[in-house]
């Protein structure tokens, strides 16, 4: 395990229209973000959300269309392919306060509100992994620290 420690903080609203995962990874290009938690809240009017099958290693998807709330969506940004990626994770809500979640694919922002905390340290980088079918972080080596 290596141990980060925090940098900066950034708190944005998305304009309305935009992509959640589109949005992060820009505002961490402008920012020369390597590496970051991020946390969103607001509305959406389109998601599509997905679901890992481990035994088939792929994932199902699905679009949700419609006023949802976004109860909650985490996640983290690290580097895939030579640049910041946003891997997100939603909980959505519709008016009849039916919940679904998942891998967070795509979506079409009403309003969102999203903090970003930056981690320093060495970046993570994202590759495929063959155990798995994932892309998934290669960390430096290192002892854990207290």
Known sequence: MKAMRSGRSFLFRLPKGSDIGIEVAAACRRAKV???WVQA???TVKARLGY???RRRRYSEKEFRGEMEI???SGN???KDGVPFAHLHAALADAK???WGGHLFASEVFAA???LQELRGPAPVRLSDPKTG???WRLPAGRPRR
């Open 113 to 115: 509100e999203v903090w």
């Open 71 to 73: 109860l909650h969506c």
């Open 134 to 136: 994932l892309a998934l």
């Open 97 to 99: 306060y039916r919940v």
């Open 41 to 43: 809240i607001g509305a």
């Open 52 to 54: 890992y099958d481990q």
């Open 34 to 36: 390597r590496c970051a």
């Open 77 to 79: 940004v690290s580097f």
